[in-house]
């Protein structure tokens, strides 16, 4: 099992550009979660999903962030337009279940860098 | 709520010695504790967890204590090893999200 995959690894971008990040959670998992980590914030629950279905998105900063999961293998967060306090760490998360009571597989992030 | 607590936000040991890491939450229908490891330049990875109907679960060098009365939970590692310096990261969950504690760095010195 290759795990979560997670593109790009690395992107640095300009203030006001559009910024797509991608996803694909293991095959079988049903839950789908998206993180943003920071020195000052820690690690952000930004969304959930369950079946392909946003559950909670209490998360998201604001409406220039925007997350869909078209199918049961993949996913996308996207920031339109990107701002320098955007910069962080996404991780994408799966699990087999609902993550308040079954582990959560992460992806290995995506360095996000808004100058 | 749904807030979660962690301490010490740092933790240095010497090699050999144990370590201990404590959380303490505010929701009451929380029923499943985690504890993710985070190394440099990768994503956190669940090392432990327990549920709230046992009280302790140990895993070699590592062990979990859960008092759901006084809604505290902590990490205990034993006999501590250079690899284990990482990033710790404690949770608690009830149906659909885990929500997680700030993190401790711990630092073990050969």
């Known amino acids: 099992d290759a795990g979560v995959i997670q593109s790009p690894r690395h992107e640095v971008t300009e203030m006001g550009q559009e910024v797509t990040l991608r996803c694909k959670p293991i095959s079988g998992h049903n839950s789908l979660f998206w993180y943003r980590q920071t020195m000052m914030r820690g690690l952000e629950l930004l969304i959930y999903f369950n079946n392909n279905v946003p559950i909670d998105d209490s998360g998201m900063p604001e409406d220039r962030f925007s997350a869909k999961m078209p199918n049961a293998s993949f996913s996308t967060l996207k920031i339109q337009p990107s701002e320098p306090r955007d910069s962080a760490v996404y991780f994408c998360?799966?699990?087999?279940?609902?993550?308040?009571?079954?582990?959560?597989?992460f992806g290995p992030g995506t360095r996000l860098t808004v100058t | 709520g749904e807030n979660v607590e962690q301490h010490p936000s740092t933790l240095s040991v010497q090699e050999g010695d144990s370590a201990v890491i404590k959380c303490t939450y505010s929701d009451s229908a929380s029923n499943y504790f985690p504890w993710y490891k985070q190394e440099l330049g990768k994503g956190p990875q669940l090392i432990i967890d327990?549920?709230?109907?046992?009280g302790e679960k140990k895993d070699q060098r590592i062990a979990v204590t859960l008092n759901k009365t006084a809604k505290h939970f902590s990490l205990h590692i034993t006999e501590t090893q250079p690899e284990d310096s990482a990033v710790y990261f404690c949770a608690h969950g009830d149906a659909g999200k885990s929500t997680f504690g700030d993190g401790t760095t711990l630092t073990v010195k050969p």
């Open positions: 998360a799966s699990s087999l279940g609902l993550a308040g009571v079954s582990e959560q597989y």
């Open positions: 327990i549920r709230s109907n046992v």
